[in-house]
């Protein structure tokens, strides 16, 4: 069974400064894409990342950056110098990668970001 | 515009009536799916369609309904439900249900039941 585990349920941080938002999952599977989701309070899921089981490359993205570490099994999310509109839920998410089928996203249970001016 | 569109954004409904909510997208894509979100527990996947079909539900109690006519639309119908039921339904749709290409989610529907 697949597992997703955000254990910070709430992070509150001053315009500026860098979080990181930690993810842990727990997988059966050799093979997996992990993603990580920004909910703003509009409601729809943004996509922002997929990484697969493959590739253990961290990713940067402008002040965004992923740290993909498959020896703890987590997928670390940083934002850097954190700004007002970067306030939202953010969900991490894992899906198997198999030949046909219909696979399961599994959610974590989202990190509320809230920063503050 | 996230290109998939949800319907209506707020409903609110006594636990007698009957009601559908819509999900539209025109991406092309082949998969759509419908989540549930409550307070404090990670989504939850519903329903799964591949091509019309409906591939999974996910031990769904029967009170909702799901009907994929084509690719592009996706309903819930949902009747007499229970308070337990408020939640954001989410759609979302995906090229394949391998998620290789990632997928595409609308702004919800947010749902209270009276």
């Known amino acids: 069974a697949q597992k997703v585990t955000q254990a910070q349920t709430e992070i509150s941080v001053v315009e500026k400064e860098d979080v990181t938002l930690d993810c842990v999952y727990e997988t059966r599977d050799t093979t997996y894409y992990l993603f990580w989701y920004k909910q703003p309070p509009s409601g729809e899921l943004v996509f922002l990342i997929r990484r697969n089981s493959f590739d253990e490359q961290n990713e940067i993205s402008g002040r965004y950056s992923w740290n993909f570490q498959k020896s703890t099994s987590s997928f670390n999310f940083t934002i850097t110098a954190s700004q007002v509109v970067d306030s939202a839920v953010y969900f991490c998410a894992l899906s198997p990668i198999t030949q046909g089928g219909s696979e399961k996203l599994v959610f974590g249970k989202g990190t509320k970001l809230t920063v503050n001016p | 515009e996230t290109g998939v569109t949800q319907t209506p954004r707020h409903l609110v409904m006594g636990m007698t009536n009957k009601k559908s909510l819509k999900c539209e997208q025109h991406?092309?894509?082949?998969?759509m799916y419908w989540y549930k979100q409550s307070a404090k527990k990670p989504l939850e996947l519903m329903f799964v369609?591949?091509?019309?079909?409906?591939?999974e539900n996910n031990s769904v109690p029967s009170r909702f309904s799901p009907e994929c006519p084509n690719s592009s639309h996706l309903f819930l119908h949902l009747h007499t439900l229970q308070p337990e039921d408020s939640a954001l339904y989410l759609c979302a749709s995906s090229q394949d249900t391998q998620g290789r290409y990632g997928y595409t989610f609308g702004s919800g529907t947010r749902l209270t039941v009276v």
């Open positions: 991406l092309g894509h082949n998969a």
């Open positions: 369609y591949n091509f019309k079909e409906q591939t």
